[in-house]
Nanobody, 118 residues
Framework: QVQLVESGGGLVQAGGSLRLSCAAT????????MGWVRQVPGKSRDLVAF?????YYADPVKGRFTISRDNAKNTVYLQMNNMKPEDTGVYYC??????????????WGEGTLVTVSS
């Protein structure tokens, strides 16, 4: 059993900042990759960033968002700066790794809503 719990969402004005957190708990020995996706109503989930052996950022967030991990706490963070209205959506974190109950499967959190007002 693996659970991911996000926190840190909310309402922010354009140009502002938010920091999302996602903690993984349960029975696993290691996590290889943790990341974030964003979903807006009626659309599919878009990958925002992930961090494993490599770090990836989607083009729209490069230079504004920073992903980091605290492996001792099995936690991933997403620092979002200079936010724009198009960053609005539900942010889901995920985790994947060979040490998890089903290797190679993405485990997902429940999501946290981020709203950026113009």
């Amino acid at each position: 059993q693996v659970q991911l719990v996000e926190s840190g969402g909310g309402l922010v004005q354009a140009g502002g900042s938010l920091r999302l957190s996602c903690a993984a708990t349960g029975t696993f020995s290691s996590i290889d990759v943790m990341g974030w996706v964003r979903q807006v109503p009626g659309k599919s989930r878009d990958l925002v960033a992930f961090k494993g052996d490599t770090t990836y950022y989607a083009d729209p967030v490069k230079g504004r968002f920073t992903i980091s991990r605290d492996n001792a706490k099995n936690t991933v963070y997403l620092q979002m700066n200079n936010m724009k209205p198009e960053d609005t959506g539900v942010y889901y974190c995920y985790a994947r790794g060979g040490g998890m109950p089903i290797p190679g499967m993405n485990y997902w959190g429940e999501g946290t809503l981020v709203t950026v007002s113009s």
